[in-house]
């Protein structure tokens, strides 16, 4: 497969754009040296942007950045993709409303993933952002499309568009890639949050009604809205 001449422009952006993503998660401490990576979906193909396997984040450069179709297989690219490439290439066939995907090794987050922990949604910008607890995911080998089958198997049908998988870490998934860093961002936030919480004694799950309509206003009502046609 090649890159469509009419989606020239179109993986030039998405190339910036991937590779700008990255430096959030240096910007938030949600990776060490190379690890976690970021990719998107190119709308209107099935092909994918990912992160180089192993290059220092200051080295990283749009034109560095990896085109794959979605089975995993490069495209178009100087650098060989990212180790997890089979797996977000799994998302994506396997959900096709989503438009980007995380990894991390962010620390707090990933300690509740060795421990094979749920985070429990005990705070309202849980509720807000993730609908709910935070799932764990199976144990998957690094390398295969295994990991991406944990994140499909955990997150269809479940609100959160974060998983803990099993002794590894987060996985986050979004309407596009940006959508998806902001996922893993939040995760970190509250994986921190709950865990000094847990330190003070046991903690209490929200009510569901009120998870409920604290997700449906911040997912619905909060921020900036486009105002209604006159
Ligand atoms: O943990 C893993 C593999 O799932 C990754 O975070 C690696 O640490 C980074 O791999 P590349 O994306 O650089 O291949």
Same mark, same amino acid.
């Given at each position: 497969m090649t890159i469509p001449t009419s989606l020239t422009e179109t993986v030039a952006k998405l190339r910036a754009e991937v590779c700008l993503l990255h430096s959030e998660l240096t910007r938030w401490g949600l990776v060490t040296w190379t690890s976690g990576n970021v990719s998107a979906r190119v709308p209107g193909a099935d092909l994918m942007v990912i992160k180089p396997s192993g290059l220092s984040y200051d080295d990283l450069t749009p034109e560095s950045m990896v085109v794959c179709d979605l089975d995993g297989t %490069? %495209?178009?690219?100087?650098h060989g993709p990212s180790s997890d490439t089979d797996s977000h290439a799994y998302v994506y066939r396997a959900m096709p409303e989503v438009g980007g995907v995380v990894h991390t090794h962010s620390p707090y987050a990933t300690a509740w993933a060795a421990r094979g922990e749920e985070i429990p949604c005990v705070i309202t910008a849980m509720a807000d952002e993730f609908g709910g607890p935070i799932p764990i995911g199976p144990f998957a080998l690094i390398g295969s499309d295994d990991i991406g089958k944990g994140i499909v198997e955990t997150l269809s049908g479940h609100r959160s568009p974060a998983v803990l998988m099993r002794s590894h870490g987060p996985f986050t998934i979004g309407k596009n890639a940006k959508a998806a860093v902001k996922a893993a961002v939040m995760c970190e936030d509250v994986a921190r949050t709950v865990h000094f919480a847990t330190l003070r004694g046991p903690v209490q799950p929200l009510p569901q009604h009120h998870i409920d309509s604290l997700y449906d206003r911040y997912q619905n009502v909060y921020g900036q809205r486009p105002a209604p046609a006159a």
């Open positions: %490069v %495209v178009d690219g100087t």
